[in-house]
């Protein structure tokens, strides 16, 4: 598998997608508030944290059972078989619940949930098996499509006067595109879930439902603790602060679902590439976040106000300390992956289970005390225990060394931008969203042209041009 072509493809679909939202969230955040954004915020933060009972962690075993050379529609029909079992028992428990799931999100979003928990799994499992057949690159449109059918039709539901529960509407609909887009590409035989295949993936899932947890913790956790404590007006707020520190992972979402596949190729007899290809990918997975957090410092509320509203803009704050998170949530997503590539899920459930006890205290502890910037807190050294915990694991199956000297240049190079941004604000403070953006933009040049500067950071940019435009 070609990592970098693969990882190119991911990154401009991301890329494409990003701006989409970005687009279409300032356009429903201006158009709805900060409260109705909370309550479908809220009905995400609910269907990731259910997911976790219909996966069982088999969407990475399924990822590396296929990778390992086991058939593929024996491996979906099992993963299948165990979807279903776990579809049966959130849809039993919201049922008995759906009063108090109401009156939390604000909407009877029970049966939506279900819904979508049913359509997301099926999807998480063809796009697993199309990674376990080393063909990343093929699922790049696929999140993209999704996001396309569901910001046109949310629009247009919300012109026509929609709220909430018509951005949950929309947002079935584009899981389901999605879905249908994805098992037409992987195409299985038909084959029946044999008791030995879900024996397999449980195996393998004992361990990784862990660190699945973790991903759906780590992700909404600090959400469903805001809604339960604050407000739905500072759910949505926050997590409008935690989608723009997002972008900064980029890179590293693109490279990350290349890393497990390859390793998982390679674990027999590659241990040195292995520990190579990860401190190779550590660069450019950190290269958007460094100069993303100084930028933030910068004009993240103008930012905020310019794309979002008023309202938003005192959310800078938040905006930058879940940036800085993103440094250790970066190194934490290659180095588990990796781990989960030389079939250790185990380990990964040790660091997990740190994490995750860590963000559940640090959160309640710090919004009481804090608020919105004590959950972002709370999270980003939720990350970090995280990170420290993995990197030790995998020193001890492998060579892996951060890039010290890479990360310093690109630090150089965003303090260089850092400097010239902040000169130019003392000239002309940006006034309205063209002057952010064009802020953004000339912070970008200046970063990029300093970075390339230094021998070590153009290697690695022309190396990858070479392999993306070779294909090979």
């Known amino acids: 598998m070609n990592i970098s072509l693969s990882t190119s493809k991911l990154f401009v679909a991301k890329v494409a997608n990003t701006v989409l939202s970005f687009a279409a969230f300032a356009y429903f955040a201006r158009e709805l508030g900060a409260g109705v954004l909370g309550t479908f ?16 962690g088999i969407g990475t075993a399924v990822e ?28 039993l428990g919201l049922f008995v619940f759906r009063g108090d799931v109401a009156a939390y999100v604000g909407v009877d979003a029970a049966p939506f949930i ?56 929309a947002y079935l609909v584009g899981l389901g595109v999605r879905f249908a887009w994805a098992v037409w590409k992987l195409r299985p035989s038909i084959a029946r879930p044999s008791l030995a295949r879900i024996r397999s993936l449980l195996a393998f899932g ?13 992700s909404w956790m600090d959400v469903l603790i805001i809604g339960f404590i604050l407000t739905q007006d500072a759910v949505g707020t926050y997590e409008i602060a935690w989608r723009v520190a997002g972008v900064t992972l980029l890179l590293t979402h693109a490279i990350g679902p290349s890393i497990l596949p390859q390793t998982s190729a390679w674990a027999e007899a590659n241990a040195d590439r292995i520990g190579r290809l990860l401190t190779r990918a550590t660069t450019p997975a950190l290269a958007l976040i460094i100069p993303a957090a100084v930028g933030a410092f910068l004009i993240g509320s103008d930012l905020l106000e310019a794309v979002f509203g008023p309202p938003f803009a005192g959310a800078w704050l938040v905006l930058v300390v879940l940036i800085l998170g993103k440094i250790p949530e970066a190194i934490q997503i290659l180095v588990g992956r990796c781990l989960l590539g030389l079939d250790r899920p185990d380990l990964v459930a040790r660091a997990t ?18 608020g919105l910037v004590g959950a972002a807190v709370a999270t980003t050294l939720a990350y970090t225990a ?37 000169g130019l604000l003392q000239v002309a403070p940006p006034s ?28 690695l940019v022309f190396d990858f041009a070479r392999a993306v435009t070779s294909g090979g």
């Open 114 to 169: 279900l819904a979508a928990l049913v359509l997301s799994r099926a999807t998480t499992i063809a796009e697993s098996a199309l990674r376990g057949e080393l063909r990343v690159g093929e699922t790049a449109a696929l999140q993209l499509v999704q996001q396309l059918v569901f910001i046109g039709l949310a629009t247009a539901l919300v012109v026509a006067g929609g709220g909430a529960l018509e951005l949950v509407g």
């Open 206 to 218: 004992k361990y990784n439902i862990i660190p699945t947890i973790g991903l759906q913790v780590h």
């Open 386 to 422: 995280g990170m420290v915990i993995r990197v030790v694991y995998l020193s001890r199956l492998v060579t892996y060394r951060l890039p010290v000297a890479n990360l310093l240049r690109l630090t150089a190079a965003a303090a260089v931008m850092g400097v010239a941004v902040a």
């Open 432 to 459: 309205g969203l063209i002057a952010v953006l064009a802020y953004v933009g000339f912070g970008g040049v200046v970063y990029a042209v300093s970075a390339l500067c230094f021998e070590s950071i153009r290697s």
């Open 353 to 370: 289970v740190v994490g995750i006890s860590l963000n559940l205290v640090l959160n309640v502890v710090l919004i009481l005390q804090f």
């Open 64 to 91: 590396q059972r296929i990778g390992r050379g086991e058939r593929v529609g024996e491996v979906v029909a099992a993963a299948a078989a165990i979807t279903v079992g776990g579809a049966g028992l959130v849809g």
């Open 41 to 56: 915020f809220l009905f995400q933060a609910l269907l990731g944290v259910l997911s976790i009972v219909a996966d069982a």
